[in-house]
């Protein structure tokens, strides 16, 4: 079984391990034939806390209700009815809030949502309840749970059984197309594809804290010594070059490379391991930016930004598939 840490890297490959339908191509991931920004699949992990108490909220939204109708006894299958627009119409969601929100039912339910997504705090304001309860649009019996998280969650509520998670699992999908401001054609059904896998994704951190995440980020580098640069598969070749360069383009057996100046007094620093590699990124960077910055010539500075924004690019896509 493939092992993930809970990175935004790792929640991508993850989707791609997992959706069948999914695939990347440089900086675009594929959801069937809607084509994403990478970096808003980022956003959507970066703001997964932000998401999943939205999640949850719905959740314990829809179990007041149930204490409501329950304690009213009113017909409970108006559960398969939420969310709806009908209950800011007909009923007093203030007075609903304010006299079933500490049930004993609710606090055990937020006390297990707290545990499953390791929320520090979870908690909802009347206007969050007004605002999850009341949202018109695709039903909690289309909402995705997870089936171990619905039979703990109907173990206290259990007359939302027919009421959540019942098909499709496709409903969050216009609440992350909201929360993102993003409206086209085909979106919300990816969105909910990705945010359904998101709880799966977390749910197999849930022996984590949120504080510990960080953690699990290890950085591991190479030093420059270590490198073969004169192997074959390489694309680094050390020769003399006579005009003092650094290094220049050349193109060998089909192939694009980087002849390296063993003679330039950079390279000994470089070599000899004087220079760290953070040192060496610095100061190459530091060189292309005074070159750009102190063009003279409007013609000069845009060759060298558009150079800045290729390499970026390169690089970028680079990254994306090592790490």
Known sequence: MTEYQNTKYDFKKYLLDNLNDAHQEELIFWKKSIPLPID????????????????????????????????????????????????CKNYNVSSIFDIHYRNSKITSLINLLKSTFNFRDLSLSEQDFANFICHDGRKYRRLYVPRELKNSIIKIVPNISDAISVSNGDMFGNIVADYLEIYRSGFSDAFAAIFNKLIDFQLTFNSDSKESYSNHHKIKVSQLSDLNLNNEYTSFKLEKISDGALWEPAYVNAKIIMRVNVNHPYWNLVNSNTLSPTSIFQDILSQLNTLEIESVKDSQRKILENIRYEISRALRVEAEFKS
């Open 40 to 87: 808003l699949l980022y956003k959507i992990f970066d703001e997964s806390n932000a998401l999943i108490g939205n999640y949850c909220g719905h959740i314990i939204s829809l179990a007041i209700m149930e204490c409501y109708y329950n304690s009213n006894r009113m017909d409970l299958n108006l559960l398969n009815e939420l969310p709806s627009s009908n209950v």
